[in-house]
């Protein structure tokens, strides 16, 4: 019999995946300077990641920009990865998230938009199992996002994984 531990994970996405690292993702990166917010599998785990959570808060949210922002020119890259860098899963095949419809391509329609006095936001709740399987990472691997436009003129844009200890 599979013994299964059930012990939860809710994780923030953190910069370079460190636990003391921000979960603030309203950065500078460029195509040249690129920075990684990850989730790194506990070593000697396998962690069953079902959801990734993400929220990016602005004002004058609308299609065809990436918040309140102009579309981004480079891309957010979606990916899981070896402690390597070696690409296992690119979530996004080849290509990059540059505007906000972009997360539909991952989250279908669970990708929602809402508009306030002040800032909107958009919330995107993309449930991996829905595609058939979990993410089951091995232990040093990692989720992440990595960005390469600068997002600082954002309100805020964090990510958390949602999952469990396998």
């Known amino acids: 019999m599979v013994s299964i531990n059930k012990e939860p994970v809710f994780a923030w996405l953190r910069l370079n995946g460190t ?17 990684v917010f990850a989730f790194i599998a506990p070593a000697g785990e ?9 929220q990016i808060i602005d004002a004058s949210i609308q299609w065809g920009k990436f918040g309140g922002l ?13 402690a390597s860098g070696a690409v296992l899963e690119d979530y996004f095949d080849g290509e990059t998230i540059k505007t906000n419809e972009d997360w ?21 709740r993309w449930t991996l199992s829905r595609v058939g399987t979990p993410l ?4 040093g691997t ?9 997002c600082t003129g954002l309100t805020k844009f964090q990510a958390m994984v949602q999952g469990h200890l396998f």
């Open 19 to 35: 636990a003391s690292g921000s979960k603030d993702m309203t950065v500078v990166a460029s195509a040249s300077g690129s920075k």
């Open 46 to 54: 396998r962690t069953v990641i079902e959801r990734l959570n993400i």
């Open 70 to 82: 102009s579309a981004l020119t480079n891309g957010i890259k979606v990916e899981h990865v070896r």
């Open 104 to 124: 539909a391509a991952l989250a279908g329609s669970d990708v929602i938009s809402s508009n306030a006095a002040g800032d909107d936001a958009i919330k995107v």
């Open 136 to 139: 089951v990472m091995e232990g």
């Open 142 to 150: 990692e989720f992440r996002l990595t960005l390469q436009d600068s």
